[in-house]
């Protein structure tokens, strides 16, 4: 009878183990970034951020294909200290925020690529097209700050076509592919 | 500032593809040519600055393929008796709808609409008016002044895809000032330009920001009204009032469209093309 109890205690202890290797995190606007970079004149690269992106991501050590990554962020977050600037990106002549408002990201697959690096596979909407897209995410960190908050880092560097999501841009001024650096970090939930 | 491509494609195609079709209009006396040039000069400009997808993006792409029924009802004004002006509304609810209800409510879908309908059956009293009184020279170059101020103002507002539409359409109708005289279209030709301002202001209004205020949407509206007070002017020889009703519009339109027209002189003035977009 002894036996049968520890037994069950063992069991139930590893189920509750495993069911703890996924843990799911909350973006912190505050401390993450979006940074795009784009080709201007085609003679140097221009930066700027989207800030304060929101979404939650999953991260299962055990298995990889049981991580998932959701996030949104507004475009009329758009920052690239310029405020005419940030007005013209938001026009139609660029994201249409006013049609537009949100670029999402929602992953649909997700595999082991190498240690602490993910290929993520999901889908991109932007500017009211929706595309699949590979990314490739660096696990940065997991750790606790303050004490007893558990936190995630993740990052993500990829480049997206502007035509391939109709945004008509300005042809000669701009190039049309964007580097996109995402580096989010997540509270635990 | 343009750059070449762009005064190209955007103002000399057009300007060149109507000033053909307006000339045979000219020629066998076909008013409804004088719209058809209007029509095909601003199709294909705006088609070779950016073909749009059939599912338009946004509202200005809306307007492209809204020009294609527009003008072939125009055409048929002759026998509609300037029905066909009533479309401004038409076109003012199909640009606006994407944007609804976050910064479109009802009231102005159908409140802005219904209005602009109006509004248009008081250009084609007018034009009906001013046309017997100046002769349709001077009102095609009226609606070309208007056309283009608005392109002017709605580029300034940070929409350049939309201010270079409103250039274009003000290209596409600049020749026909010769040729709508004889051809006899000019009341044709409200129609189709009423349309295409209409669609101008309302995406530099509603699409872009800070966009242009009410005021000056309002004011660019109404702005070729202006040429029926011209038509009373009590002088003799008609090209004297045409002029004097031309001068009127240009002046009410220099007024709204001068200050950024004056930005868009100093960002020229710098040598690369786009540096001085953000002054």
Sequence with gaps: ?189 | MLSHDEILKALLVPAIVSALIGAVGCWRRWAWATPLALGAGFLLGYWLMRAPAWNPSDGSERLYWLAMPVALLAMLERWTRGWTVLLAGAVAIVLMQPLYPRHATVSHLWGLSLGLAGVGALHWLAGRFAEARLGAGWIVAAWAVVLGGAGVLVMSSNFRAMGLTGMTAAAATAPLVVFAGRAGGARALVAVAYALLVGVLINGRFYADPGITWVQLGLLIGAPLVLAAGALVPVKRRWVRGAMALLAVLILVGFIVGPAALAAKKAAENPDPYAGYYP
Excluded: C, W
Aim: no cysteine; aromatic share 8%; hydrophobic share 40%.
């Design chain 1, 1 to 189: 009878m002894k036996q049968f109890v520890l037994m069950a205690a063992l069991l139930i202890g590893g189920l509750a183990g495993s069911a703890k290797a996924a843990d799911t995190y909350t973006v912190d606007p505050v401390h993450s970034s979006l940074i795009f970079r784009i080709k201007h004149a085609n003679v140097g690269y221009f930066y700027g951020r989207i800030n304060d992106p929101a979404g939650t991501f999953t991260l299962d050590a055990a298995d990889a294909s049981k991580s998932a990554f959701e996030f949104t962020v507004a475009v009329n977050n758009i920052d690239t200290h310029n405020d005419k600037r940030d007005a013209h990106l938001k026009s139609p002549d660029f994201f249409n925020e006013k049609q537009y408002p949100t670029i999402a990201f929602k992953s649909t697959s997700v595999k082991k690529a190498a240690d602490n690096k993910l290929e993520v596979t999901g889908d991109l909407t932007l500017h009211g097209v929706t595309k699949s897209i590979v990314v490739p995410v660096e696990l940065v960190g997991v750790g606790e700050f303050p004490k007893g908050t558990g936190r995630a880092g993740i990052e993500a560097v990829f480049t997206i076509k502007t035509s391939d999501f109709q945004i008509k841009g300005m042809p000669g001024a701009l190039g049309e592919e964007v580097r996109l650096m995402v580096g989010l970090e997540g509270v635990k939930k």
